[in-house]
């Protein structure tokens, strides 16, 4: 007799603990869609010229640093190069110091202004790389030598308002 | 209804005093292998394993920080259903692994935060954003602070054992967001290396981080024991003294 009331209230926990359980996942289901715009770290160009942020907004623009768009300006100290997702490309001017990652060909992060022109003003720059890690041997026969990978797959973001 | 003694050993270690003794037995056997594996995995990792085409020599963080977040991860999941066996079946003791879990996993992920961090310095050129990734694993080692924290919160220590079991149960939320935050949003942190369909991480890379992986795993299981073992001893030696405290009253 005892032990039977000891199963019912075990089972009476499991029954409980499981309605629980479904709950917090139905919670989590329905939060992540929600949260995708806000807990995005960066835009792709593509976002930007989809929803193009408030004047003036300070935002993250993220991509790949196109190959051969490198250049400096005559100070030196000033970085002009174009960042593309693969369909569109947004012109980034940087001055300041350099991440030792940046190279054409590689992820970067940058945070700053969208001018009126189309040009991205950055005050900081991070570098972002992909999920691969090898030898430098084996880097060379594949012809990438320290550069020509992709950031890992991007995603867009359906608005940028706050 | 009394159930018929079992003669399974699997059933003698329900009993503390038992699982107390075998995890004794088993636990040099434990240590030596975690050593074992750490030495090779580590030696190799840090000395002889090459540097990444990229990165250069900071990719040997990886040997740590990888296989602290992965235990921080698995040490969380297994807190988890110790919390939840505690809740359902009121074994003695899933409620002592709650407790001796708890700990070693918060270790785990402090160490995971702290070697990110000294690795995005040099590779991204910050010790710290707030992407989806780092955001959430932060939380991790919050949810192991918290359970802590409710342990030993209450003069009860049933009712703190319920409140931290709790906690524990709900943070599981956060671990398919740590393992998803890559893919669901745009994130500083590159995606996983390590998938069903195959490695990123080149043979010479991957070998020293499986092998010190299964070395801090094994280090995780020897400081549990040991814990649940602590206290076990804790428990039987309150016992004792309330026992005498009784009888001299």
Redesign the interface.
Known sequence: MAAEVRRSARNQRLVLAGLALAAVVGAGLLAIPALEDKATFFYAPSDLAANPPAPGARIRLGGLVKDGSVSRENDGLTLVFTVTDGARETRVRYTGLVPDLFREGQGVVATGRLGPDGGFAAEELLAKHDETYMPPEVAKSLGRAGGAGAAGAMHRTGSLSE | ?EPVRSASSWHDLANPHRFRRVAGQALPWLLAAALGFLAAGLGTGLFLA??????GES?RI?YVHVPSAWLALGGYAGLAIAA?AA????HPLADLAVRAVAPVGAAFAAVCLATGSLWGR?????WW????RLTSMLVLFLLYLGVIALIHAFEDRMRGAKAAGILA??G??NL??IKY????????H????IRLSGS???A??LQPLLLSATGFALLFAAIVLMRMRALIAEQKRAMRQLRRAALAG
């Open positions: 209804m090459p540097a990444d085409y990229l990165q990719v990886m939840l809740r359902i079946w009121r040099p590779t991204w050129g910050t954003v707030w992407d989806g149960i709900l599981v939320v398919p967001v935050s890559v893919e669901w949003w745009n994130t500083l590159q995606p996983a290396s990123s991480i080149h010479e890379m």
